[in-house]
C-alpha cells in the first residue's frame, strides 16, 4: 500500500493500540508527500466514502424504474421530515422553487412588499421580482451577515407582507428577533435555509429549533455543494401549517391535487427518485459533515486567532454554525493580491457575493441604486470564502492558513 497523503484517518491509525506500529512521524520522512489537490467543495472523495450504499440506491431505483415520485421520494420526505422536526416537508426540484413555491403559496400580490438582505445569493431576491413582488433590500448585521432587526423594522411600510431571513454561510439569522416584528406587524417569515441545513436555533427560553422550521415556511437547496447535497438539483419546503403545505404541495404539481383538475396556477417541481435516494443515505450523515466541517472551521480559527487583519466567523449564542462557507473579513489587505496568490499556489477562494442584491442591474426596474446599505458594501468588499467541506485534512488546512499568514504577514 502506498501512502501518498497523512491526513486525518491516518492519524487516528496511531490511537488503535493495535496499530502502534504505524509511524506517521517516519512516513512523512521516508516518503515524499502528495498533497490532495484542495478545492472548496470535494464532493467526489465524499462520495466515494459511501459509494457502495449510493451506488446501491441508484440501482434500486433503476431496477423500480419508479423515477419520479417513487418510494424513494417517500422514504427522504420522511426521514428529513423528522430530521428537521418540522410539520410537513415537501420536496421540489430546487432550491429557487423552493422559495417561489412558498411566496406563490402565501398568495402576495404583485406589488407587495419583502424584506430581504441585499448580501446573500441572488436566488433569494429574484424570485421576489420574477413574482412581480418588490424586494425591499436592507442590512445584515457585520459579524453574522445575517439580516440586521433594526434595519428590518425601518423597512416596513403598510405594503410590507413578508420578510425573508437567509442563513447565510450556515449561520442562523436572529429569528427571535424577526418573529417577534413579524408578529408585531402581521407579516410573513420565509426563511431561506438553503445554506443551514442541520443548523440549530436556541431561543432565549432554552427551546431548540431547527432553522427552516421557525418562520411561516422554509426553503432548503440540495444543490451538490450545498451541506446536504444531492448529485443533480433538488429542494424541499418546510412549514408547520398544514393548510398552507397543502397549497404548496398542489402548486409544486401543476396546481392539481386530482390529477388533470387544476384547481390553481402551479408549476413543475419535483425533486427526482434518483436524487431522494441519494439524499436519503447523506441525509444520516449530515450531522457527521456537519461536525467534520466544524472541525476544518476550528483549525482555521486556531490558525487565525489574534491576527489583526483577520476577522474570523463570529459564532452567535443563539446559533449553531454549519459552516456552509469559511469567510472571512479582512482589514487593510489587498484582496486581489490575495486571491492571486492563493490561486498560484492551487488554493482556491471565492468571493460570496461580489455584486450585492441592490447592486444588480436585474433589479434596476426598482431603483435601487439610490439604496445606501453601508455595511453590506463595506462586507462586499472585504470578504472572501475559503475552502470549506468534509474532506479536508490537517495536511490541507496547514497548507490554506500558512500560506494566507505568509500573505499577510509580509
Ligand atoms: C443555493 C441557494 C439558493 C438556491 O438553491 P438552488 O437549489 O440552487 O436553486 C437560494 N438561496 C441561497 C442563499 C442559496 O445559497
Not at 413578508?162 to 418573529?179: D, R
Request: proline share 5%; aromatic share 10%; glycine share 4%.
Amino acid at each position: 500500500m502506498q501512502i501518498n497523503t497523512i491526513n486525518l484517518s491516518n492519524i487516528q491509525i496511531i490511537s488503535n493500540p493495535n496499530l502502534l506500529y504505524f509511524d506517521v512521524d517516519l512516513l512523512c520522512k521516508t516518503r515524499p508527500i502528495v498533497m490532495r489537490p484542495i478545492q472548496m467543495v470535494d464532493t467526489k472523495q465524499q462520495y466515494l466514502k459511501i459509494k457502495a450504499e449510493v451506488d446501491a440506491a441508484i440501482h434500486e431505483v433503476l431496477d423500480t424504474a419508479s423515477y419520479i415520485n417513487g418510494k424513494a421520494v417517500q422514504d427522504f420526505t420522511a426521514s428529513l421530515n423528522a430530521y428537521q422536526g418540522a410539520g410537513f416537508t415537501i420536496p421540489c426540484a430546487n432550491g429557487t422553487d423552493a422559495l417561489q413555491i412558498a411566496m406563490m403559496a402565501l398568495d402576495l400580490q404583485p406589488g407587495d412588499e419583502v424584506i430581504t438582505p441585499s448580501f446573500t445569493y441572488i436566488a433569494t431576491t429574484e424570485v421576489v421580482a420574477l413574482l412581480k413582488l418588490k424586494p425591499v433590500f436592507v442590512e445584515v448585521d457585520p459579524y453574522t451577515f445575517c439580516l440586521d432587526p433594526e434595519s428590518v423594522k425601518k423597512a416596513i411600510t403598510p405594503k410590507t407582507k413578508a420578510i425573508v431571513p437567509v442563513h447565510l454561510y450556515g449561520h442562523a439569522a436572529p429569528m427571535e428577533e424577526i418573529m417577534a416584528i413579524a408578529k408585531e406587524h402581521g407579516l410573513f417569515v420565509i426563511e431561506d435555509n438553503a445554506q443551514a441545513i442541520g443548523c440549530d436555533y436556541r431561543f432565549a427560553d432554552g427551546t431548540v429549533q431547527k432553522t427552516g422550521s421557525i418562520g411561516t415556511v422554509g426553503a432548503t437547496s440540495f444543490y451538490p455543494s450545498k451541506n446536504l447535497g444531492a448529485y443533480g438539483d433538488g429542494g424541499a419546503i418546510f412549514t408547520n401549517d398544514a393548510e398552507l403545505a397543502h397549497k404548496m404541495k398542489m402548486i409544486a404539481n401543476h396546481g392539481q391535487q386530482t390529477r388533470y383538475y387544476h384547481e390553481m396556477v402551479g408549476c413543475n417541481s419535483r425533486l427526482d427518485s434518483i436524487q431522494a435516494a441519494i439524499l436519503n443515505i447523506k441525509l444520516r450523515e449530515l450531522d457527521n459533515y456537519i461536525k467534520a466541517r466544524q472541525s476544518a472551521a476550528a483549525f482555521y480559527d486556531a490558525a487565525f486567532a489574534d491576527n489583526e487583519k483577520i476577522t474570523t466567523p463570529f459564532v452567535a449564542e443563539y446559533s449553531k454554525h454549519v459552516y456552509h462557507q469559511y469567510t472571512l473579513q479582512l482589514k487593510g489587505v489587498n484582496r486581489d493580491a490575495l486571491n492571486a496568490y492563493l490561486a498560484e499556489k492551487k488554493i482556491p477562494s471565492m468571493i460570496y457575493y461580489p455584486v450585492p442584491g441592490h447592486k444588480q442591474k436585474m433589479f434596476s426596474a426598482f431603483n435601487l441604486p439610490e439604496i445606501d446599505l453601508k455595511v453590506t458594501d463595506w462586507l462586499t468588499e472585504r470578504v472572501i470564502s475559503l475552502p470549506m467541506h468534509t474532506e479536508l485534512d490537517i495536511e490541507q488546512l496547514s497548507f490554506i492558513s500558512n500560506s494566507i499568514l505568509n500573505f499577510i504577514n509580509n
